[in-house]
DNA sequence: AATATTGGTTGACGTGGATCAATGGGGGAT
DNA sequence: ATCCCCCATTGATCCACGTCAACCAATATT
């Protein structure tokens, strides 16, 4: 999942820039102009590497930054005091974390890399203070916040009002949009979570989660060997999602 | 649940400024000094009614504007293609809705008043302007959005973790709890929304919130009259909560 | 006041997914 | 390269919640 600079690593070193990062059209930079790129080229203070399965934060830590993924991914979790633990996304390059913690100045969920991993580290007070002078930066940012909002109400659906296969076929189309976008297959891919990881974050048992792949599998829908996967008839995924047999 | 302005009508009729409102402690401009509130008073332009029942904004609407809820309460749901609908989320006064509508520049739920409502107009253009000139706007506005994320984690904690009773446990003590900020009674309250939207909520099905209900009011731990809830024994709900008997 | 309609409660029964359990593989660690 | 533990799969059984249905209470409609 790795992706390389395709532009030359310049003289001093690596560089933190936005207007240096090939990810600029898939993290907050989207859609700004060179002017405005060289703008908010101040906004990444550092890089941060985070191995697989280590905390790139905890709930209750202060906030202080939000990170940009620059490579690898991660998950976030809630954690129940009596140990049920509740998966609430997972996020792949030049997708945000942190946006919880601006609301109480502290974290309330926790960032786990699937894999290892780098962040760029955005200083929130600078973020703030550069989007009151660069409007495109502003209203990326505002941006990005609204569409966690809907990507949450996507999930609460899955939870709320579907069934097991639904819930996976779901979750499936939308890993293989999000890899799609990152220049990968859309029907190829590698999952960097477990099968709990997945039932936890789709509100299913791991076995559950198995079970469907299986069918999923026997059905001829997608092809599974452990976390590799290949997804055979997305039309068919696509229409089990909408028409459900069971009414509910 | 309608509130009454404490402040004295103006001459020119409707006051729509913030710095008259009384919901000022809950709402947007929550912390403000008297000079900052007067700055960001032009950002209400209109207040808009809405009768029960009726949409505030639709998915698929182009959005221009978020609101404030001046009076009332609204329910936000999103609708699958073939009927299923999954209630995202109870709103009631101070609180913000549309904020979802950012994101692709159009609604991607349904915003429902529960009653006869009356919300504040708040232009994004404007929003936008303001928030660049006056900080502590900015940041409000950017906690107001983090704690619908915050919160949208919580109800994923619901939905995917927790069982039917703890769901209607948790449930009732934020609704107490909301009551509570807003000068009402913790222990005793009127529910806007019918079993059958409780249960969109949680993801349950109406005769399940129904058994729930019922089964907290044999145990003593709450009055149920219909809408009308009493809350006898918060400890046991928020102990129904952390200590589920099964292990999920 | 009478009637229709919507919302809530309760019972009987069915089922989707959880639980418990056993067995194999793959990939990370060293 | 090898070891071992974690992860995945699959089967058997169970149960929490959904489904179907009847009935009643509350509120709206005339």
Redesign the interface.
Known sequence: MELKATVPITMNGLKTACSQCNLVELCLPFGMSDDELNRIDELVGARRKVKRQQNLYRAGDPFDAIYAIRAGSFK?D?L???G?????GFQMTGEMLG??????ASH??NAVALEDSEVCVIAYSKL?EL???V?SL??QF??V??????R??????L???MRAEERLAAFLLNMSQRFTARGFSAAEFHLRMTREEIG????LKLETVSRAFSRFQEEGLVGVQQKHIRILDAAALKNL????HVA?
Chains 1, 2 share one sequence.
Do not use: A, F, P
């Not at 946006?99 to 109480?104: A, F, M, N, P, Q």
């Not at 936890?200 to 509100?203: F, T, V």
């Open positions: 976030t809630v129940l005091e009596d049920r633990e509740q998966v609430t946006l919880d913690g601006i609301s109480t309330s969920c703030e989007s009151r002078e409007e502003q209203h505002h941006k916040m609204s569409r966690e909002i809907v949450d109400h996507g999930v609460m659906m939870l709320g009002s936890s974050y789709l509100g999602i909408q028409h459900s509910r």
